[in-house]
């Protein structure tokens, strides 16, 4: 046996898993389509519980740490939080996944994609499109939403995916003043979606996403909302990339490959994130190797993510089906707003905020914060 674990994908989910298991002393092979650091569209907003799961420090690769969170309604009208402890901190993810891999104690090939499989009872063989095969006793699928390992391991078969397009821009002090301190989000101008602006040590990513499959000019969207915002895109590339929102428990291993991150469709439906489950999936699949038990990490995924997912989702349906009603009396609503550093911290569940919903909405319809009107625009130039 070549290895004891291959990994295809190094992005959080991959490094993270390759990450543990290096830790105890298998010997890993981690496969890589792109050279790393390699660029991922994503808003890049990580909640610190994320970093604090590993014993090293994140510092050299945060660019910036959010006190503040800023929502928007299309009408202009827009609400501005607080978060206490600043629990979500910004990453560019070329420098953030390289940084969880360059821990890794593992072998790592990249360049070159995977593009066959197959499997027997005691292993996996692994072919790359150059021509090498590699035989590990497990294979972690960690490679993204377009996973092909799902594909060639016949999983995921039945997976529905978002449509997101994302812009890093270049931006000037004075939009570094206007947006520089806060994850802003402009709700109700995509359906079922919103657009994003989250700021970077010295520039901007914006972008816009929508949980529905198909999303026809999205691109237009959000060319027309940043540019009343004072954000201008032109030379900047435009970077599309699917979204694969969890929508229902489904098998996440077959024989001796089980499945991790994005490749598992393990995006938060309400919120868009997807980081904070990769790296966990991850670091679920290396126990999994280690125990010998790929069962039972399709039953931990659905029991550590996937529950509480699926509150996920049904609050993701009331939100994204009446925003403006759930804008009046969730985001305008304190009690709700507070929910969320907590579940970023990972002391509190969507299902808890629902039990707790009917008492939030109650006492939090006598504190609503002022919904300040901003249709004129700004123009942080
Ligand atoms: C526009 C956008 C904005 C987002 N914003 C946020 C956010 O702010 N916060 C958040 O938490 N989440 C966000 N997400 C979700 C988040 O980006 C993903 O959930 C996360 O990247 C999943 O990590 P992963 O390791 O599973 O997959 P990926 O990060 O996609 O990594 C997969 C890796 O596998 C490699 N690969 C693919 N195919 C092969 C192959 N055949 N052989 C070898 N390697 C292969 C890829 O090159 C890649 O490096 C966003 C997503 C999008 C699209």
Redo the contacts with the bound molecule.
């Keep these: 046996m070549d290895y004891d674990v291959i990994v295809?994908?190094?992005?959080?989910?991959?490094?993270s898993a390759a990450y543990w298991l290096g830790e105890a002393g298998k010997r890993v092979l981690v496969?890589?389509?792109?050279r790393?650091p390699?660029y991922?569209?994503?808003?890049?907003?990580?909640p610190k519980a994320v970093l604090a799961r590993f014993p090293f420090d994140f510092s050299p690769v945060v660019e910036r740490e959010i006190g503040r969170a800023r929502f928007r309604f299309r009408d202009g009208r827009e609400v501005v939080a607080d978060l206490p402890g600043h629990p979500v901190v910004m990453v560019m993810?070329d420098r953030f996944?390289y940084h969880i891999l360059r821990h890794a104690r593992a072998e790592v090939r990249e360049g070159?994609?995977?593009?066959a499989l197959q499997q027997d009872e005691s292993g996996v063989d692994v072919t790359?499109k150059s021509g090498e095969t590699f035989r590990g006793r497990y294979l972690i699928g960690?490679?993204?939403?377009?996973?092909?390992?799902a594909r060639l391991a016949g999983l995921r078969r039945g997976k529905r995916m978002g449509s997101?397009?994302?812009v890093e821009v270049a931006a000037s002090d004075g939009l570094m003043a206007e947006y520089g301190d806060a994850a802003f989000f402009l709700l109700g101008a995509v359906p079922q979606g919103y657009l994003?602006i989250?700021p970077k040590a010295k520039h901007l990513s914006v972008?816009a996403?929508t949980f529905l499959g198909k999303a026809p000019g999205l691109r237009e969207v959000l060319r027309r909302e940043m540019g009343r915002l004072g954000i201008e895109m032109e030379g900047a590339p435009w970077?599309g990339?699917?979204?694969?929102v969890y929508l229902r428990h489904e098998v996440l291993h077959r024989g001796r490959i089980v499945l991790?991150?994005?490749?598992?469709g393990?995006?938060d439906p309400l919120l868009?994130?997807?980081?904070?489950?990769?790296v966990e999936s991850?670091q679920m699949a290396a126990e999994a190797v280690l125990t010998d038990d790929p069962a039972g990490y399709t039953r931990q995924v659905h029991r550590g993510i996937g529950n509480d997912l699926r509150w996920g989702l049904r609050w993701a349906r009331l939100f994204y089906n009446h925003p403006w009603i759930c804008f009046e009396l969730g985001v305008r609503n304190p009690r709700f707003l507070e929910e969320f550093p907590r579940l970023f911290a990972g002391q509190t569940t969507y299902r808890a905020m629902a039990l707790r919903a009917p008492l939030n909405l109650l006492i939090g319809l006598w504190q609503r914060r002022p919904a300040t009107s901003n249709k004129q625009q700004s123009n942080g130039r």
């Design positions: 295809v994908g190094a992005g959080p989910a991959g490094a496969l890589e389509k792109e790393t390699r991922k569209p994503c808003g890049g907003g990580v993810r996944d070159d994609p995977v593009v790359t960690a490679d993204g939403a377009n996973s092909r390992v997101t397009i994302e994003w989250f972008g996403g970077r990339h699917p979204l694969p991790t991150g994005d490749a598992a393990l995006v868009g994130e997807g980081v904070r489950h990769a991850g």
